[in-house]
């Protein structure tokens, strides 16, 4: 069973990790916005949805299966490898082939040759999940950090480089392969692990017993998520794709940071004490808590000041973004929520529910999409959508654990909604405090500031017993480093 200090350590170092990759793609994609056009992003993010609908199908479900099975060894890591790299070929066969036919349905010839290089990313995911796989497992989150900082920095010169050279949307696209070459490199001399020639079909169906469930969650999941990416890329133009791929990367990037590092924690820890119901419950209801009270008031804070960081960050051109910057703070601020019942499902072992819980998901998701397209005719309102299909969505995913674990949707809630109501009125606020028509720079600025000093300073005010928690954490790792 994993102890706190280990899952606390565990938690710092993803964090680390996450927040080191993440600032280094924001400060690249902010340098690379202002010398390439939204129509050289569009492009990217066009084929992009290609290549992650594809990389679904290499991983499987299995690397989630490898994480979940107590006593997976050598045997399970290689067989899940093999079949992924198999995969993997197969998929890239698959894309290199359908390209012309991809280019003519856009009527954009140049996607040809981008979709079939970027596409080489398949044989490199394949490999390096299978090795984030086995880190996480062990809870080895200093080795990703490690391994991410480590290929973000070459790939993010690489890609300026390239730019400022003139290579357009190539250098996007070198930037991107580079990167997730780099992080085998790196992962290859950091993990003992190494793929050996053993392979065991007995083994691949035990693990795909339980990961062929995820696998179809995945595919309804992202199927879904890139959905509209096809639509908006299609009906609209590559550029409005861009504004809304921007509008959506500016919180995802805040919350990535915080939720990711507490769900790849999250897994193996209530994996590890999947038979103690009690314990899976308290650990679920501290993360959901406390990655609340944090990301809550970020996508707050965020959405009120979206114009002023649009206009400083990326210049008038992507302007049309703060729209879908706002919507999608809105968003993200239910994630914690997401994350926090998936995960216990999983660890659960029920990748039965997960499965259906995609698919009611989907089904809502699905028919806000439509009305968002067909009744509003615009990204803007398949954008809502997303919000209604989210709020839907949150209810669906906290029912089973009502079952499980004794923690419903309401009482979830209940526990949340300190930080929301805390959050309104900081927003409030801060709101009312845009409306001076200061200079951007300044308005900017004073309005992080004033939005740190009033969340907190209420929240300790109120003695909010989460920031108590938080503070108590940080003062036991400064006297664990400090002896």
């Given at each position: ?207 795909f017993g339980f990961g062929w469930k995820l696998l179809l969650s995945s595919i309804l999941d992202t199927g879904y998520s890139n959905l509209r990416g096809l639509i908006i890329g299609k009906v609209f133009a590559p550029a409005a794709l861009a504004y809304y791929n921007r509008g959506e990367h500016f919180p995802f990037l805040v919350v990535n940071n915080i939720n990711s590092s507490i769900q790849s924690v999250m897994l193996p820890s209530l994996s590890a004490i999947q038979d103690d119901r009690p314990q899976v419950k308290r650990l679920m209801r501290r993360a959901i808590v406390t990655s609340s009270f944090l990301i809550v008031p970020l996508m707050m804070g965020l959405a009120v000041a979206a114009k002023p960081l649009v206009l400083i960050l990326l210049g008038e051109k992507w302007l049309p973004s703060v729209p879908f910057v706002q919507i999608y703070c ?154």
């Open positions: 069973m994993p102890t706190k200090k280990t899952i606390i350590s565990s938690l710092l170092w993803k964090f680390l990790e996450r927040t080191g990759t993440q600032l280094t793609q924001f400060v690249v994609s902010i340098v690379l916005a202002r010398i390439l056009s939204p129509e050289d992003f569009g492009l990217v993010a066009l084929v992009m949805i290609f290549i992650t609908i594809s990389n679904v199908f290499v991983q499987s479900g299995l690397n989630t299966a490898l994480i979940q099975k107590k006593d997976a060894d050598d045997l399970d890591f290689s067989s899940v490898f093999f079949a992924s790299f198999a995969m993997s070929a197969f998929l890239y066969t698959v894309l290199f082939f359908a390209a012309p036919f991809i280019a003519d349905f856009y009527e954009r010839q140049e996607l040809i040759a981008v979709l079939r290089v970027l596409s080489l990313t398949l044989f490199l995911g394949a490999v390096n999940s299978i090795q984030v796989a086995y880190v996480s497992k062990y809870m080895m989150f200093k080795k990703l950090f490690l391994r991410s900082v480590g290929a973000m920095l070459p790939s993010a010169i690489l890609g300026i480089v390239l730019a400022l050279l003139g290579f357009g949307v190539w250098a996007l696209v070198c930037q991107q392969l580079s990167n997730v070459f780099l992080a085998i490199v790196v992962m290859w001399w950091s993990v003992k692990w190494h793929p050996s020639l053993k392979f065991s079909f007995e083994r691949l169906k035990g693990l809105a968003i993200f601020a239910f994630y914690p929520i997401h994350t926090s019942n998936l995960s216990a499902i999983n660890a659960l072992g029920r990748s039965d529910v997960f499965l259906k819980l995609e698919i009611i998901k989907k089904i809502f998701g699905i028919a806000f999409l439509l009305a968002g397209l067909f009744i509003f005719n615009s990204p803007i309102g398949i954008a809502y959508g997303v919000l209604c299909n989210t709020l839907v969505s949150a209810f669906v995913n906290a029912h089973p654990n009502k079952n499980f674990l004794n923690y419903g949707y309401f009482e979830q809630m209940k526990d949340v909604l300190p930080s929301f109501i805390l959050s309104f009125i900081m927003g409030a606020l801060l709101y009312a405090f845009g409306t001076l028509e200061l200079p951007v720079y300044l308005t900017f600025v004073l309005e992080v500031l004033l939005g740190i000093v009033i969340y907190f300073g209420l929240a300790k005010l109120l003695h909010f017993e989460c920031l108590d928690y938080l503070i108590q954490t940080v003062n036991d790792i400064r006297k664990k480093h400090g002896k």
